[in-house]
Nanobody, 125 residues
Framework: VQLQASGGGLVQAGGSLRLSCAAS????????MGWFRQAPGKEREFVAA????????YYADSVKGRFTISRDNAKNTVNLQMNDLKPEDTAVYYC???????????????????WGQGTLVTVSS
């Protein structure tokens, strides 16, 4: 089972990036999935999460209105569209999936069972 995150890079403040997370080895179509991030010297923090159908989405207050999480169960992928990026968004972004099917997505990183390797997002001022 593998989650592969991609799409990170260097962008100027106010710019946009789209992160993608592709799952392989099993389907996650019934699982909640989330994005977390970790900046240098800081703890991993919740960014966004989505339930199995895409009908329930949660966002951290710091990204609400700027980031959009979505999923394509047919392609076994989850995406994070990031607009109006700020220097404080600089971090390694991780996608994650829960094991339990059909549950509400958690905001706690400890609730997730599978993790991608992370993709670095750097926002310059």
């Amino acid at each position: 089972v593998q989650l592969q995150a991609s799409g990170g890079g260097l962008v100027q403040a106010g710019g946009s990036l789209r992160l993608s997370c592709a799952a392989s080895g099993r389907t996650f179509s019934s699982a909640a999935m989330g994005w977390f991030r970790q900046a240098p010297g800081k703890e991993r923090e919740f960014v966004a999460a989505i339930n199995w159908s895409g009908g329930i989405k949660y966002y951290a207050d710091s990204v609400k209105g700027r980031f959009t999480i979505s999923r394509d169960n047919a392609k076994n992928t989850v995406n994070l569209q990031m607009n109006d990026l700020k220097p404080e968004d600089t971090a390694v972004y991780y996608c994650a999936a829960e094991e339990a099917p059909y549950g509400l997505p958690s905001l706690r990183w400890g609730a997730y069972d599978y993790w991608g390797q992370g993709t670095l997002v750097t926002v310059s001022s």
